[in-house]
Structures are given as structure tokens and as C-alpha cells.
T-cell receptor, first 114, second 111 residues
Framework: EPEVTQTPSHQVTQMGQEVILRCVPISNHLYFYWYRQILGQKVEFLVSFYNNEISEKSEIFDDQFSVERPDGSNFTLKIRSTKLEDSAMYFC????????????FGDGTRLSIL | QQQVKQSPQSLIVQKGGIPIINCAYENTAFDYFPWYQQFPGKGPALLIAIRPDVSEKKEGRFTISFNKSAKQFSLHIMDSQPGDSATYFCAAQRNTDKLIFGTGTRLQVFP
């Protein structure tokens, strides 16, 4: 069964450094999402992406965050200058264009900011 | 209005029991209600989903009951097994928009 893959599985970075989290969505999917989950808490929406542009972003997704689909397969989340509170699991999800279809999630990247 | 409220926060049952997890929503524009199962260190995995024009859906041991007028839906796990021990999230979505997740229920099934 096709799946969403995310790399790296764990990223440790010093505060203030830039990080790029990578995702390969399911190949025929057209809608892409990033979510994050702080340890022990619920999954929170960050941003959705369709047709090479952001569809919606949450309050969390400030100017330090950006997303890109640099080629036909990858979907990246960049945090320009990381803060301690950015420490979380980051999940990528994708879905196809049909109505009432589920979003499929990757296993996430655990981001630890020191 | 965008919230999805989920209860209980945690649930402990014995093998063979029927845990029930409840969710409630406000926004009547939501048109898709999935349940996700999450094991430690893994991403949420779709378990079962329902549309608001259906009152019940069964897939194997998992059943969703949906009450559109009350704006509530629930997950029942029949004949629960220790392997069902995980965190369960309800969610709601409108069209291709973001998923709004509930706060999660940690289920432990003891042998």
C-alpha cells in the first residue's frame, strides 16, 4: 500500500538554526498538509498546500515557516530560525482530489531544539 | 466553532470489553469524520470514517455511531484486544480543508 514517507525521523538542532523537514507524499495525491504534535497533546494543523500554493495556514505558521514543493515528489517544511517551543513531532499528510477521502499521514519527524 | 471535543481522556478495559470514545462538534459544515489510531512513535493511521448522512458504519471490530442532530459521534471497539492499546483521535473535516482533531483518548486493554 502506498505511504507517506518523512525524513529525517529525528532532527536535533540548536536554537536559531534553520531546519528543513522532508516529505514524499503518495504519488497521485494533490493536497498536502503539515501538522505538528507537541508531546502528549493533540495534532494541530499548520498549513495546507494545493496547486503549488498555500491554501490555508494556522496562527502557528508564522513568518519563520515556509513550505515548498521543489519537484514532483517532495514536499518540504522549513523553519528559518528555530525556537525552543518548535520542539514537537511534525507530520506530513496527503490526500487525493476525490470528495470525502482520508488524509494519509507519515510517521513524522521528531524535532528537538536545544 | 472549529473545536472537536473528545472524551474520555483515558480508558482502561479488560480484553473482550467494549470501549466507547465520544466526540462532539459545533460546525455543521463539517462533512467527513475520520477516526485515527496512533501508536507511540508513529503517525496517525486512519481507522474508520463516516459521512453525516450515515448513522452507523462498521468495519471489522470498529463501529462509528453518528448523531447528526446532536452533533456527536462515537467509536466502539468490539471484543477489544491488547493490541488495540493506542491513542485514538476523532477528527472533523470540511471538503478538502484541514483536519480538526480531538484531544485524543489513550486506551489500555489489559489481558
Amino acid at each position: 500500500e502506498p505511504e507517506v514517507t518523512q525524513t529525517p525521523s529525528h532532527q536535533v538542532t540548536q536554537m536559531g538554526q534553520e531546519v528543513i523537514l522532508r516529505c514524499v507524499p503518495i504519488s497521485n495525491h494533490l493536497y498536502f498538509y503539515w501538522y505538528r504534535q507537541i508531546l502528549g497533546q493533540k495534532v494541530e494543523f499548520l498549513v495546507s498546500f494545493y496547486n503549488n500554493e498555500i491554501s490555508e495556514k494556522s496562527e502557528i505558521f508564522d513568518d519563520q515557516f515556509s513550505v515548498e514543493r521543489p519537484d514532483g515528489s517532495n514536499f518540504t517544511l522549513k523553519i528559518r530560525s528555530t525556537k525552543l517551543e518548535d520542539s514537537a513531532m511534525y507530520f506530513c499528510a496527503s490526500r487525493d482530489s476525490l470528495l470525502n477521502q482520508p488524509q494519509h499521514f507519515g510517521d513524522g519527524t521528531r524535532l528537538s531544539i536545544l | 466553532q472549529q473545536q472537536v471535543k473528545q472524551s474520555p481522556q483515558s480508558l482502561i478495559v479488560q480484553k473482550g470489553g467494549i470501549p466507547i470514545i465520544n466526540c462532539a462538534y459545533e460546525n455543521t459544515a463539517f462533512d467527513y469524520f475520520p477516526w485515527y489510531q496512533q501508536f507511540p512513535g508513529k503517525g496517525p493511521a486512519l481507522l474508520i470514517a463516516i459521512r453525516p448522512d450515515v448513522s452507523e458504519k462498521k468495519e471489522g471490530r470498529f463501529t462509528i455511531s453518528f448523531n447528526k442532530s446532536a452533533k456527536q459521534f462515537s467509536l466502539h471497539i468490539m471484543d477489544s484486544q491488547p493490541g488495540d492499546s493506542a491513542t485514538y483521535f476523532c477528527a472533523a473535516q470540511r471538503n478538502t480543508d484541514k483536519l480538526i482533531f480531538g484531544t485524543g483518548t489513550r486506551l489500555q486493554v489489559f489481558p
